[in-house]
């Protein structure tokens, strides 16, 4: 069988090439603020991936003969009082925040979601236990539960991911709630139960998927917002701890030589708040796409 | 009705009104030319679907629109004087003094945080030139002319704490507290129950008709119309089709939009063989531009002429003027109502046997303080093989209770529930009854997969022909609510509650969300379905000409009860129960011989709170005839077996 | 008005209790005790042994806690493990500084951000967008800067570079003007982000107020659209805008510990660091018990200013 139709105009039906066609083709990619999310976040991942083959210095490596120098070709970000390389020591920062941001958004879904499900759909005391608990955590300004709770954990990156998460939850739980308690009054619930569904089928069915979208989006922004705490616990001393490099730490570093060599502290915020508003736009971007009345 | 304007002075006239909302997907024409007068002390009505522009007209003339709708030309001359020309500054010693406004929504029409006194009383201060105590007379004063009991007392309320006829009768107060010579009410009624709309239409019509102030009166429902306007506008797509006095516009009606509007309300003597005459189709998208008539679509008689080139308003005699090439409209179809397409003639007999059965059924809810509110207090009904049931009653009155505990999606407090075979629902929000995560194939099939009917090709068979039964293209199975119509949402919502052969379908005001034109669809494809399936129906309205149409017998609550229950055209004929009068009496009938011949005394006060019921009879304090016998027993509802039931202690 | 307050109050005190008791078992949830972890490798068997009796470590779990409790309730907070200064004193040495530094930024922060909300609002009512738009986005990212970052930015710029404020320096009651140089860059910084959140939500609240029935209801009475402005939309608006003040004096005290770090302010935030740093658990559980008690009762009084503004609110 030889019932190949060669057509010389057409591009590839497959390949590398041909995906990332047709994935640019997606509504998702259309989206003006999506796309400029995607423009800041994905040369970031890139360089932050690629970062242990790049021509530069390693993010530990000292080098006594070029101290706090200015930026250059050489060294982007310029160096600091020990000679490391700014530019290197944020890329592994980044590296750290994306960690805390990713594992942070992911376990406040899953327990934000799942709670948040449970206390919504079923009522009763096991809403009253899981609200009454959720009240009491935010009780706390979330920056103070955090920053307690790695006084008791200890610093590190999984005290730090622990201890953010501890203080987003809740919100997970009580957004997930409320858009449960919203569902479930509405008509096509009633409509379900008419014909005597389970409740397993209301949940999977009806109500957890038209949870998700908000959620999603909440995530994103529950994302920048740990990056950025992370990097304050880490700039006050509580997070991520010296020799490994956090962009707060960094920051920190170089606030005693702020007159000397004010690269070494502000470079890696423009960092920060180049991720913050990149994940800013994704999540602005995704809740316009799947919003219905904006189309 | 001999209508015979005082002085015939024109007080508003409007040339050539133009009005546009530029929004992201194109110029909306709103108002596309609007010209009309209205005389001193003259009442218009102005009626409309939903997008006919209707209430962007009414708006336009205060400019009362936000951003982005603009008034982009036209004259409006009031007094002769031109207020389109005026500025902010100038327009605001118009508003409220000259013209008053009522708006459509008495829930969200006051402001929240504010007492009464203080948003009407200043207005009444600046416009009369009044002291702050004078003002406050004045103001209770129109409290008290628009029905507000205690209004001493009641001028110190938050709007929160009053109902929605009162707030409303707030707004009429406040409107023509300042004596205006033009009242513009933009559906004033259509958020309120059908009693509290015929008092609130009352007293518009005597208060203005008293200070011979002149009003505008926008709607969509033909029968406000005959009751009180002099004359009548005819909206459609942005331009007055049909302009003319009310005896000619309901007699001799010459566009046919009107003409298919006026047939698609069911009347006081239609048979149920006739079948409702329809609009087919949906009003044009106004985002594009429309060649040729807007109503072309739509419309039976249209020819080629009406494809390209737009009809002016023309002269048909008598102060009546109508936009169409054809001399008189749909003629042939519609000219006298007796040649309304008949039904295969299948009268209803009842075989005996019985569907459903609810027995002593009570419903209450325990509200926060410790007090319980009878929503359904001790309902006997019976739903016969084949036969519709029509539940009818204000707001309040359990009957939406009484058909949720028929789905079991609530539970009785009491009494039982007996149903032979499977209760399936249309709901009254096509908007909110579907899953907008689901495509329409998946939402039709929901039951068949939850009660693991066939497989998955024949679950899908039978969705396509379910489907198709309900009038709409099989291939919608892969669309999504949001892509549908409010009437084709509705048909999913029929095909749904089939799928599972149900013997009886509860439908909960399945038409009060949609438009007029849209309603008759979904009545028609309603009584079809009966009489091809054989299926019993609930169906619960407060529109009492569609419920006389469709149902074979009539069960009329308050407060809980049933007060009368019986053959539909018995109980409309010779209504016995007062309260099934009063409301009878409340219904607009789209006739203005009809209305003019009505006593005006609709039925006086709202309905009691639920939450402590008398321990006589409930209606007692609301009742013309009430005695102190009616204060004292409760009148009890005769055995289940008679076909005739009246709760009512001088029934005849 | 009285029963309402009673049952916020009640309300208010179930999440104290509850937040005593979380930061209490949280303590207790350290590997080892507080004792070895404050005392690190530095004690011996005997001497670690006091400090936990110090400490009341050795007591059932049950009496520590009612201690803790009445310890609380008599305000009786012990002292600092290694200077042996009362808790007390110093909480009330610091406190004065920080809450002048908050109260200070929500002034401030409320008169430029409710006129600015507004009038976007109002602007964008009429689709003139320019201002909304620059606002929505300044906005943005002012939310999205880390404030330490944003601190050390203008730390740099106008105490390092223009040297308009001092960078650092004792803290001089007697000399107001010193006092307002040496606080005003921390408000500042504090305020900025404030302002982004509240002026967003007065944006918010106004430009959905202005589009009510009630509004066009005011208009169509002949008023005009200044009046209906200050008199209808902005009380309206009012009611999310406190919410939303009272909900972000959470940030705003997690700000006050950064800013009081990077410009050396001896406050509470400070107090607590160095809490943290020597390991003094005692001090650390009282200051965070602090600050959401502190963080309870503004929401407690933000519930009651809602409720004189909004009649509406039953419960």
């Not at chain 2, 009031?78 to 327009?91: F, N």
């Not at chain 2, 009991?149 to 009768?169: K, L, T």
């Not at chain 2, 000409?545 to 407060?559: E, G, H, K, N, Q």
Request: aromatic fraction near 6%; include cysteine; glycine fraction near 6%.
């Amino acid at each position: 069988m030889t019932d190949i139709t060669l057509t010389t105009t057409s591009a590839p039906k497959t390949g590398p090439f041909a995906i990332l066609l047709a994935a640019s083709r997606h509504p998702l990619l259309s989206h003006a603020k999506v796309r400029l999310a995607l423009l800041i976040l994905i040369p970031i991942l890139v360089l932050t991936i690629l970062a242990p083959v790049l021509p530069i210095q390693k993010p530990l490596e000292t080098n006594l003969r070029a101290m706090m120098q200015f930026p250059s070709i050489e060294h982007v970000f310029g160096t600091d009082k020990m000679g490391r390389d700014i530019f290197s020591r944020t890329l592994a920062g980044v590296q750290i925040s994306l960690l805390v941001g990713f594992s942070v958004a992911s376990i406040a879904l899953t327990f934000g979601m799942v709670l948040g499900t449970l206390a919504g759909f079923y009522g009763g005391w096991l809403d009253r236990a899981i609200m009454t608990v959720v009240d009491i955590f935010l009780a706390f300004p979330s920056l103070l539960l955090a920053i307690g709770l790695v006084s008791v954990m200890g610093t590190g990156i999984v005290p730090v991911i622990f201890a953010i998460s501890l203080a987003d939850v809740p919100r997970f739980i009580r957004l997930q709630r409320s858009q449960v308690l919203s569902l479930r009054s509405r008509a096509f619930i009633d409509a379900a139960r008419t014909v005597d569904a389970s409740q397993y089928w209301l949940m999977t069915r009806h109500i957890v998927p038209n949870t998700i979208a908000p959620m999603l989006v909440a995530a994103s922004i529950a994302a920048a917002n740990a990056i950025l705490v992370e990097a304050s616990l880490s700039f006050l001393g509580l997070g991520i701890m010296p020799p490994q490099p956090s962009l707060g730490n960094i920051v920190r570093d170089g606030q005693t030589y702020l007159e000397q060599a004010w690269w070494i502290s502000t470079l890696p915020g423009v960092v920060i708040l180049l991720i913050a508003i990149g994940l800013h736009f994704l999540s602005d971007g995704v809740r316009e796409l799947l919003d219905p009345r904006s189309h | 009705m001999n209508y015979q304007a005082p002085v015939k002075t024109t007080l508003l006239e409007v040339r050539d009104l133009r009005t546009q909302f530029q929004t992201a997907s194109g110029t909306v024409k709103a108002v596309d030319g609007v010209s009309f007068t209205i005389e001193r002390g003259e009442r218009l009505a102005v009626v409309g679907e939903s997008g006919s522009g209707k209430s962007a007209m009414a708006m336009s003339i205060l400019r009362l629109l936000t951003h982005p709708g603009r008034v982009v030309g036209g004259e409006i001359l009031l007094d002769g004087r031109d207020i389109s020309r005026l500025s902010e500054g100038q327009l605001n010693t118009v508003r409220g003094r000259l013209v008053g406004t009522v708006f459509q929504d008495p829930m969200s029409s006051l402001d929240p945080v504010m007492r009464i006194s203080r948003q009407m009383i200043e207005p009444i201060m600046r416009n009369l030139r009044l002291n702050r105590d004078q003002a406050r007379a004045e103001a209770i004063k129109w409290l008290d002319k628009v029905g507000i009991p205690e209004p001493e007392r009641r001028i110190e309320a938050y709007p929160f704490e009053m109902s929605g006829g009162m707030r409303q009768r707030v707004m009429i107060a406040m409107a023509l507290a300042s004596r205006p010579q033009l009242v513009i009410a933009d559906e004033p009624t259509t958020a309120l129950d059908v009693t509290i709309q015929a008092q609130i239409v009352e007293v518009l019509k005597t208060l203005t008709a008293e200070a011979g102030s002149a009003m505008m009166f926008i709607t969509h429902d033909l029968g406000l119309v005959a009751r009180f306007a002099h004359k009548v506008a005819v909206m459609y797509a942005g331009r007055i089709v049909e302009f003319g006095r009310v005896e000619d516009i309901f007699a001799n009606p010459a566009h046919p939009y009107t003409q298919s509007l006026l047939g698609t309300i069911p009347s006081t003597t239609m048979l149920k063989s006739e079948r409702l005459p329809q609009i087919s189709g949906l009003p044009p998208d106004m985002r594009h531009e429309i060649t040729g008539c807007a109503f072309k679509d739509r419309c039976a008689a249209a020819h080629d002429r009406c494809l390209a080139e737009a009809p002016r308003l023309t002269d048909r005699g008598h102060e009546h003027t109508a936009a169409c090439w054809t001399p008189h409209g749909l003629e042939q179809a519609l000219a006298t109502g007796q040649q309304h397409a008949t039904r295969l003639n299948k009268p209803f007999e009842p075989d005996g046997s019985v569907v459903v059965e609810l027995n002593a059924l009570r419903k209450q809810f325990a509200t926060s303080r410790k007090m319980v509110v009878r929503a359904v207090n001790g309902v006997n009904l019976r739903v016969h093989k084949g036969e519709t049931l029509g539940i009818v009653g204000e707001s309040g009155c359990g009957k939406s209770t009484v058909a949720r505990m028929l789905l079991g999606l609530e539970r009785p407090t009491s009494g039982d529930i007996f149903i032979a075979g499977l209760a399936q629902m249309v709901f009254q929000d096509p908007a909110a009854s579907f899953n907008p995560k689901m495509t329409i194939g998946d939402i039709v099939a929901e039951p068949l997969v939850v009660k693991s009917r066939g497989s998955k090709a024949e679950r899908l068979d039978t969705v396509k022909r379910l489907i198709s039964q309900v009038g709409l293209d099989p291939a919608f199975v892969e669309r999504y609510p949001h892509q549908l119509s409010g009437g084709q949402r509705q048909r999913v919502a029929v095909a749904r509650a089939l799928a599972l052969n149900p013997s009886v379908v509860v439908a909960d005001e399945p038409t009060s969300a949609l438009d007029v034109s849209v309603r008759a669809q979904i009545i028609n494809l309603l009584v079809d379905l009966k009489e091809e399936l054989g299926i019993s129906f609930v169906f619960i309205s407060h529109d009492l000409l569609t419920v006389r149409y469709i149902s074979d017998r009539i069960a009329v609550m308050y407060l809980g009860e049933v007060v009368e229950y019986g053959a539909a055209e018995e109980v409309f004929a010779d209504p016995r129960h007062p309260y099934t009068r009063a409301l009878i009496d409340a219904v607009p009938v789209p006739d203005p011989v009809v209305e003019s011949r009505r006593a005006a005394t609709p039925l006086q006060g709202e309905l009691p709170s639920p939450l402590n019921l008398p321990k006589g009879c409930a209606f007692a304090s609301r009742c013309p005839m009430a005695t102190d016998r009616c204060r004292a027993e409760k009148p009890a509802l005769p055995d289940h077996d008679l076909s005739r039931q009246v709760a009512c202690h001088y029934a005849h | 008005m009285a029963e309402y307050t009673a049952k916020k109050l009640v309300q208010m005190l179930i999440t104290v209790l509850g937040v005593i008791t979380l930061v209490f078992f949280t303590l207790r949830l350290i590997p080892g005790d507080a004792a070895s972890a404050m005392a690190g490798d530095t004690l011996s068997g005997e001497a670690l042994q006091a400090l936990r009796e110090q400490m009341g470590l050795d007591e059932p779990l049950v009496n520590q806690y009612l201690g803790f409790l009445r310890d609380l309730v008599t305000v009786d907070l012990g002292e600092t493990i290694t200077t042996r200064i009362p808790i007390a004193e110093l909480l009330l040495r610091a406190l004065p500084i920080t809450l002048s530094i908050a109260l200070a930024t929500i002034v401030l922060s409320i008169l430029i951000s409710i006129p600015l909300g507004t009038l976007a609002a109002f602007m964008a009512h009429k689709g003139r967008n320019w201002l909304d738009n620059g606002l929505t986005g300044a906005a943005m990212i002012i939310d999205l800067m880390p404030s330490f970052w944003m601190a050390l930015v203008l730390l740099l710029i106008f105490s390092l570079g223009l040297g308009w404020f001092p960078a650092s320096g004792q803290l001089n009651w007697s000399d107001p003007w010193a006092l307002v140089l040496r606080l005003a860059l921390p408000v500042i910084v504090l305020s900025l982000s404030q302002v982004a959140t509240l002026a967003r939500i007065t944006r918010t609240a106004v430009l959905e107020v202005l589009n009510e029935d009630y509004v066009r209801t005011a208009r169509s009475m002949g008023w005009s659209e200044l009046r209906v402005l200050f008199r209808h939309a902005l009380k309206n608006a009012a009611l999310p805008i406190a919410t939303v003040v009272g909900l972000s004096f959470g940030n705003l005290l997690g700000g006050t510990v950064i800013v009081e770090f990077i410009f050396t302010i001896p406050g509470v935030g400070n107090l607590l660091i160095s809490g943290i740093n020597s390991r003094d658990y005692q001090l650390v559980q009282t200051l965070i018990v602090f600050y959401a008690l502190l963080f309870v009762v503004i929401n407690f009084a933000t519930d009651l200013i809602y409720k004189t503004l909004d009649p509406r609110v039953q419960f």
